[in-house]
């Protein structure tokens, strides 16, 4: 009998969610107590002008001392050319740095990603099967002298032309993927309205080859019943390239320890996809 009433209490109490996984493009400034253990996976799809993507992510974050975390992270990409891959994985801490008292929270977070595959990815086989498909009568001298004078990108750095996650050349910036890097994130958080939650992040990427990168993630998420939350992100470079992106997100906690996540991203320009559907599911236990 109370095994029923705590289940049935669980399901009418109010949920608020409060994993450290709130959104779809941020890390907010939560962290988990000792002990306590959260796992999470996250999906995205872009549609774009060159092959579309998708990626995977699965983890789980542990509290393991004080106001500090430990996450262990595997993701998986495909770049709609050679299919799905296992791209990197990797540890991070997280800190709570909130002063006593303070209304705004304050965090860091710092992690490393190791490459699981070959970074030098070797672009030209894939180029010279489509152009063989395409072209049967032309000399595979003539296809290649084809395909690189079409291809806007051969001249540019290695860090920007690369198949970091598996396909789009234009990826760079904060938005490289599948590489070798030291990463962090600068993360403050506070309240308005009493319930509207708001989260900015400072993004720094460490590569252990090409250029640092600097970018940001702002954001937020309103709730608008017990258990539906809906918001707003947004995240970009501030060097390398121009990538931005613009997401609408809801938010859904049906019992206090699950909260599933749903986007619809939009890219504000050239260098970021056309759309990207992202979800997300976090699990508290």
């Known amino acids: ?18 994993h450290g996984r709130d959104f779809l493009l941020l890390q907010d400034a939560t962290v988990p107590a000792i002990g306590d253990w959260i796992t999470f996976t996250n999906f995205n799809a872009s549609v774009q002008s060159g092959p579309d993507e998708a990626g ?13 975390s430990l996450t262990a992270a595997l993701q998986s990409a495909d ?14 801490l997280q800190f709570d740095l909130t002063p006593p008292g303070s209304p705004v929270l304050i965090g860091l977070l710092i992690g490393r990603d190791f490459a699981l595959r070959d970074q030098h990815y070797d672009h030209e086989d894939h180029h010279e099967d489509d152009a063989h498909d395409d072209h049967h009568e032309e000399d595979d001298h003539h296809d290649f002298e084809v395909l690189h004078a079409d291809d806007p990108h051969e001249e540019e750095e290695p860090h920007e032309h690369e198949d970091e996650e598996g396909g789009n050349h234009e990826h760079s910036g904060i938005h490289l993927h599948g590489i070798d890097a030291y990463h962090a994130r600068l993360i403050i958080e506070g309240t308005v309205c009493g319930e509207t939650r708001w989260v900015g992040n400072l993004i720094a990427l460490f590569p252990d080859e090409g250029e640092t990168a600097f970018g940001y993630a702002v954001g937020i998420r309103h709730p608008v019943s017990d258990r539906l939350a809906i918001g707003a992100e947004a995240t970009g470079d501030f060097s390398i390239n121009d990538y931005h992106e613009a997401t609408l997100g809801c938010y859904y906690s049906p019992i206090h320890a699950l909260t ?17 559907f992202r979800t997300g599911l976090v699990w508290k236990f």
């Open 1 to 18: 009998m109370k095994r029923y009433l705590l289940i049935a209490t669980l399901l009418t109490s109010p949920v608020f969610a409060d």
């Open 56 to 68: 995977f992510e699965l983890g789980a974050t542990t509290g393991i001392f004080p106001r500090t």
């Open 79 to 92: 770049s709609g050319q050679g299919g799905w891959d296992w791209s990197s994985a990797g540890p991070a």
């Open 260 to 276: 599933l996540k749903a986007g619809l991203g939009f890219g504000l320009n050239s260098a970021s996809p056309d759309f990207t």
